[in-house]
């Protein structure tokens, strides 16, 4: 997305998260998904992990939002009833369900090919299964060299706490749907950068709190421009959306006068 400046200043730009990739235009949670919604700009995706046991490995991290295949697979059961290469063969929309490996290393290829670092591109993991928090923890520690960024998200606040623990660094997100007058002191205790909320619950009043309190806003999910403009207007920095092609038609400018400017 080009820097937009305003007398030599530049402009907030609101964050357009594909949520599990562009999931309303390429099934959830594949790797098609999120090399759709890196086509059509976006710079932020989003992911969901459950562990999975793995013939070889011990265990491996597969990316898919329910514990329950039978909504957006061709098997039935749970996850953890698979293993990850039983999951390779299932039909996920037209493509497996895949690993956290795999899909950053499809990220990666793509960045390579279409010339766009990937220091450029962040994914958010959220944890989804139980014990996600370890092996999400792993998965990003062993990484060697420059790569995208991550950042780390989930309704679970253990999972976050254990995932701090062991990872001091990564930049984390407690997930909210019903909003919680402690919010500010789970955010402060996980060292958080930023407070993601659901859009129903997000107001103007509670925008303000959280940016004047120093973290930045990610709203889910927002499917309009309308919608994101509204949420922009309100001081939201970034907001998930299943349709990307929309939010990206046009820049988002961000209100900050009044609130704590985040970046």
Known sequence: MPELTRGGVPILQLKIIGHRGAAGLVSENTIPSFLHALELGC????????????ST?????????????????????????????????????????????????AI????????????????????KGRATALPVADFITGIEGPGIN??????????????????IKTAVAPLFDRWRSDWLRTAATLHASGVNLSRRITTAKRVAEIRDAGFEVWVYTVNTVRSAKRSAAMGVSGVFTDRPDRLLSEPIEVETTGTSKTQ
């Open 108 to 127: 990666l290829t793509w960045c390579l090919n279409a010339g766009v670092s990937p220091e450029t591109v962040t994914l958010n993991i959220e944890l």
């Open 57 to 105: 490995e011990g265990h491996r991290l597969a990316v898919i939002h329910d514990r329950e295949l039978a909504r957006t697979t061709n098997l039935a059961g749970q996850v953890s009833d698979y293993t990850a290469q039983e999951l390779a063969l299932a039909d996920a929309g037209g493509a497996p369900v895949p690993t956290l490996d795999q899909t950053t290393d």
């Open 150 to 167: 991550f950042l780390v998200s989930s309704f679970n606040h253990s999972e976050l706490s254990d995932f701090r623990q062991v990872d």
């Open 43 to 54: 710079r932020y995706l989003e992911l969901d992990v459950h562990v999975v046991k793995d």
